[in-house]
């Protein structure tokens, strides 16, 4: 079953405006991460977020996690075209012998429009 | 730096059918996960191999099984193809459980 929930799930935009996306999920975690999808190619990994993290960023990207809401929000900067994917958040779930399983979201399908 | 690769790129069998898919891992990583990802859904966990043995299953039936080699490669077999297991399988590489990092992904269709 789905940890995560992605909303919106769908958000279209004018090129160089700012994007935000949120992702709720339901159980405790370690860590949550966001990945990238091109056109229902591979995963890009994009941010990883600790659970004692309450921001991080990187170039163009900002990830806040609130553990009290068990939410994060995954904000895009200044869109270019390139952006146009579908964003997902995951959730690392530690199992049994350490294993880490990640729990996803539908996810948010982003349109950057010109 | 080779990243991780996916063999074939995609794959067409009928119901009834046998599916083998292959996974080689990032240089340097030691772990492999798969995951399914059905067409407009997020991916779900199949399992995770570590030193050659099956670490953790999701909820998926005893039709998908697996198998890690000593250079880390794995490999993703599907029996008895149903309809439903037309998907997106992903493959993942992990340093033990560190971020995992995504293959360009199998897409199987199964007719």
């Known amino acids: 079953s789905q940890q995560g929930e992605e909303d919106p799930q769908a958000l279209s935009i004018q090129e160089g405006e700012n994007a935000t996306m949120n992702c709720s999920y339901k159980?405790?975690?370690?860590?949550l991460q966001w990945y990238k999808q091109n056109s229902g190619r591979g995963l890009v990994h994009l941010i990883l977020?600790?659970?004692?993290?309450r921001e991080k960023h990187s170039g163009r990207l900002r990830v806040t996690l609130d553990t009290s809401k068990k939410s994060s929000s995954l904000l895009i900067t200044a869109s270019r075209a390139a952006d146009t994917a579908s964003y997902f958040c995951?959730?690392?779930?530690?199992?049994?012998?350490?294993?880490?399983?990640?729990?996803f979201g539908q996810g948010t399908r982003l349109t950057i429009n010109p | 730096d080779a990243g991780v690769t996916q063999s074939p790129t995609h794959l067409i069998k009928t119901r009834g059918q046998q599916v083998t898919l292959r996974c080689s891992p990032k240089?340097?990583?030691?772990?492999v996960s798969w995951y399914q990802q059905a067409l407009g859904q997020g991916p779900q966990f199949i399992f995770q191999?570590?030193?050659?043995?099956?670490?953790q299953r999701g909820n998926f039936p005893d039709r998908f099984s697996g198998h890690q080699f000593p250079n880390y490669s794995s490999e993703l077999n599907v029996n008895a193809l149903l309809l439903g297991d037309s998907a997106l399988y992903l493959c993942?590489?992990?340093?033990?459980?560190?971020?995992?990092?995504f293959g360009p992904g199998t897409r199987l269709t199964v007719l």
């Open positions: 993942a590489s992990s340093w033990g459980s560190r971020e995992q990092f």
């Open positions: 159980t405790s975690i370690n860590n």
């Open positions: 995951a959730t690392d779930k530690r199992g049994i012998q350490g294993a880490q399983k990640l729990v």
């Open positions: 240089s340097g990583h030691d772990t």
């Open positions: 191999y570590y030193e050659e043995e099956e670490r």
């Open positions: 977020i600790r659970s004692n993290e």
